[in-house]
């Protein structure tokens, strides 16, 4: 039920942002609005709103939506399809004065990029907010390192911290991620500052040398660079409801000693067994008042990063103070918060569009297209870590999205632009041939990326 209430909101917001943009300034334009709808199909409520008469639907497929506006070629298409049965509309020349095909070649350009643009914006506005909340993440301190890996080339040594990396600085191990993923795609090695526990600066250089940038595992797993986690006890502090842990009978406070009568020495022990487990039969050993306790469980079937995995559903019990000698919590001031939100933006949306470049030309693999299960489960799992989790996955869909409708495909907001552009160096607009022919070319490359996205799903949660 969460994974489908966060899929719904999700969604919800993102389309309904993308056509306000289209639906203001087309307004703003003097365009009369026929309809605003959010989702497809039949219509669940619909009312008329304002002196245009505007009719805002709510539809039963919550998979995008669209605004329509008044525009006499499509009007004439429409009643003109032996298959229309409503009624035959006209408008006076005053009306038509405002449909969109009139206006300036400027103002449809407004009109058609106000939806990305508005996606790009709400995408500003959610990291704003975050940087403004404050950012939680993790000290860049080196954990495990692979032997014979990248990193252990570059000799990075466990209890190192990363001070900076091709001199931009690095607070968090999110910011280390980031910066190691574009780099990869463009550069063949990066500089890395770090610090020994000794507080010793050192300097070495970390090449990319053979890593496939699939979208299918982590960077710092191929690069064989882990991040430090504490040695925390094996001891459950926490039991999601319905879930196998407490369907199996575990309580708060068990020590697992043994799974499947391999000893477990700590919390990460249990997670590598678990993770490796999915829809398989556990023997779990706990100590629990004293007293060792066998339970059966068998783990749940989840998704991590395009892999099945194993999942019990419970949590650790966690010591605070050894969280906190791990933990950083960085916080910004309102201007330093819009600067980087734009920044993040505009770096999430090239990066986006490099990725794509890179999937066409055969350099990146296009299993890290997404379909509408991917979202869903990834809505679902930001939206159970916490609000701030949710707020950075809405705002890397809204670039998502943006970025999708502004590439030149016809019939998505990108190939309207396309024709738009080709009309101002024409001097007229492009035939109704032309543009039959380019929305059949469209609709084949939309239905082709649809048919990647729903194969890399069932792949994902099918096969595995």
Known sequence: MMTLLAFIVTIGILVTIHEYGHYQ?????????????????????????????TEFILAAIPLGGYVKMLDERELKQEQEDPAYTGSVVHFSEEELAR???????????????????ANLLLAVLLYWILFSLGITGLKPIVGEVVENSLADKASLRKGDLIQSIDGKTIQTWQDARWILLNASLEKPSVELETTDSQQVSYRSRLSFSGVNNDA???????????????????????????SPASAAGFQKGDLILSIDNIDIRNWDGVVKYVKESPNKQLQVETLRDGKRIVIAVTPEVAVENGK???????????????MEKLLIEVHYSPVE??????????????????????????????KGISGPVSIASFAGESANLGIKVFIGFLALVSISIGVLN?????????????????????????????????????????????????????NRFMIG
């Open 406 to 458: 502004l590439l030149p495909i016809p019939v998505l907001d990108g190939g309207h632009l396309m024709y738009y552009i080709a009309e101002i160096f024409k001097g007229s607009p492009v035939s109704e041939q032309v543009m039959i022919t380019g929305q059949k070319i469209g609709l084949g490359v939309l239905g082709l990326l649809m048919m990647v996205a729903i194969f890399n799903d069932i």
């Open 99 to 117: 449909a969109f095909n009139r206006k300036s070649v400027y103002q449809r350009i407004a009109v058609v990029l106000a939806g990305p643009m």
């Open 337 to 366: 918060s819009l600067q980087k939100a734009i920044g993040k933006t505009w770096d999430t949306a090239i990066f986006s569009l490099k990725m794509l470049g890179n999937m066409i030309t055969g350099k990146v693999s296009w």
């Open 308 to 322: 099945q995995i194993g999942r019990l559903g419970a949590g650790v019990k966690m010591d605070p103070q050894e």
């Open 25 to 53: 300034v087309a307004r703003w334009c003097g365009v009369r609005v026929l309809k605003f709808s959010i989702g497809f199909g039949k219509p669940l409520w619909k009312k008329t709103f304002g002196k245009d008469q």
């Open 216 to 242: 299918e595992q982590d960077i710092l797993e191929k690069l064989g660079l882990g991040m430090l986690k504490p040695n925390i006890p094996a001891v459950i502090g926490e039991l999601l409801p319905e």
